[in-house]
């Protein structure tokens, strides 16, 4: 299982793999792309069972990433 910290969506542990879970929800499919502060990947919501976007950030730091991901959310 991988984790990704809820508060800023940093890995926690290695890049997600095709297959594998991530925080026991979803389930990730592809990778969609990658850029400067992370990778998308298609997913699966397993509680609500549909198809997500998940991005997972790269070991960043600071309150501009967390800015970034607010802004993103919504």
Known sequence: ???VDAADGRCLEEAP???STL???FRIEKELGQGGMGAVYRATDL???RTV???VLKE???QEVGR???LEAQ
């Open 53 to 55: 976007a998940v991005k």
């Open 17 to 19: 793999v095709i297959g």
């Open 60 to 62: 960043l730091a600071g």
């Open 47 to 49: 509680v609500l069972g």
């Open 68 to 70: 970034k991901v607010r």
């Open 1 to 3: 299982k991988i984790r």
């Open 23 to 25: 925080n026991e929800r």
